[in-house]
């Protein structure tokens, strides 16, 4: 797979050098996504020329010596080399055989998407772009989380990978899925819709709309013995184990346990397997 990075996102939309490391991490973290599962990104060779600010381009800020926010210290020197290979290092795309002014329609013409640069015209949105008279979508990435999903979507990483990495800062937590890992690799594909809908709609209510909701029916996980219950002989014996359901209708169940404001995911049931005993 391959994105392309579009270098119309740097125009001079920063007030300063400042402003524009505040967007760095999260670049940072989308170049380490990449790299993580193999996706090329290609850029253009005029990619140094491209402004930060009015009056300084990336080039330029590469060069910059003097005094640094102490807040980016010791995160400028990592992100000054991350830069340099984005400037100087393959693979570039102009080289010769595409007739494209841009990334973007560069993207188009290989029906593939970029990412971005923090920019309120680019941020995570699907962009009409014109190729050769006629109207191509392109999905431009500036957060992780939305260059997962399309990470996800376009078949770079599976469903048990995109959601280990999706959902690490938000109310659910998916750093102990691990437990539940045969049975996520086995939903099929609407149940995956179905799980992330539901997801989502965890993720954007309170705890007392959580737990009122029949559309999730949130209940404690209450094997009638021991011997009946899933986790007993896990890390997670001695917490207390909550179950929900995907959907009003729906046969999943998530299985995990609340700290303060996190659910902790461990495992997605299919068969009502462990459900039905608790």
């Not at 940072?28 to 990619?47: D, E, I, P, T, Y």
């Not at 000054?80 to 002014?101: M, N, T, V």
Request: glycine fraction near 4%; charge should be neutral; hydrophobic fraction near 35%.
């Amino acid at each position: 797979m391959e994105l392309l990075l579009n270098e119309k996102s740097l125009d001079g939309q920063f007030q300063d050098q400042d402003d524009f490391y505040k967007t760095l991490p999260a670049m940072s973290r989308n170049l380490g996504a990449l790299r993580k599962w193999k996706v090329s990104l290609l850029k253009h060779s005029s990619l140094y020329d491209r402004r930060i600010t009015k009056d300084m381009t990336l080039l330029d800020l590469q060069n910059r010596r003097g005094k640094v926010n102490p807040i980016y210290r010791d995160q400028v020197k990592k992100w000054k080399r991350e830069l340099s290979c984005l400037i100087a290092e393959p693979p570039f795309w102009d080289g010769g055989l595409s007739e494209c002014e841009s990334s973007l329609e560069e993207a188009a013409r290989r029906s593939t998407d970029v990412l971005s640069f923090s920019h309120p015209d680019y941020h995570d949105r699907t962009l009409a772009v014109t190729y050769k008279d006629r109207e191509v979508s392109v999905k431009s990435a500036v957060t992780t989380q939305y260059l997962l999903e399309l990470l996800w979507q376009c078949k770079a990483m599976n469903v048990y990978d995109y959601l280990k990495m999706r959902y690490k800062e938000g109310k659910l937590r998916a750093d102990f899925l691990d437990v539940g890992m045969k049975s996520i690799m086995e939903l099929q594909k609407t149940e995956v819709e179905e799980l992330l809908i539901a997801f989502q709609r965890f993720e954007s209510n309170s705890w007392p709309e959580i737990q009122q909701d029949q559309f999730f029916c949130y209940k404690s996980y209450q094997p009638p013995s021991k011997r009946q219950n899933y986790f007993l002989h896990t890390e997670f014996a001695d917490k207390k184990i909550d179950k929900f359901r995907c959907g009003k209708h729906s046969r999943l169940r998530c299985f995990g346990y609340r700290e303060e404001e996190f659910f902790y995911i461990l495992m997605i049931e299919r068969d009502h397997s462990v459900s039905d005993t608790g």
